[in-house]
């Protein structure tokens, strides 16, 4: 298991990302519009470094929803390669058929 500090800090960077998306995506369009006058755009550039680094959707990790392991983790089913075996070993995970010879 992972340790719960971080566990917790990758969850309350998602909701800052969530909650500040589409205020960054404005401020992002507007700083690369070519069209728009030059102190504009750094307008909008200053508003968006103001931002909190962790509002940013880069700045997730993607872990297990079981454990929290940041390594090796599977996109399809958001789980790591242990705990994707311990399931598909009990029979949980639909589709998955585990070879063995």
């Known amino acids: 298991m992972a340790k719960t500090s971080s566990v917790e800090k990758n969850k309350r960077r998602r909701r800052m990302a969530k909650k500040f998306g589409p205020r960054r995506a404005r401020l992002k369009a507007i700083v690369q519009n070519k069209e728009l006058p030059m102190e504009e755009r750094f307008a909008a550039t200053l508003k968006l470094a103001e ?3 962790n509002s940013a959707k880069v700045r997730i ?3 297990c929803e079981l454990t929290g392991r940041p390594h090796a ?4 089913h958001k789980l790591s390669r242990i705990a994707l075996r311990d399931l598909g070993n009990k029979g949980l995970i639909p589709g998955l058929v585990k070879s063995s010879w």
């Not at 983790?73 to 399809?76: G, I, L, N, Q, V």
């Open 61 to 63: 990790h993607n872990r």
């Open 73 to 76: 983790y599977y996109r399809k």
């Open 51 to 53: 931002l909190p680094r």
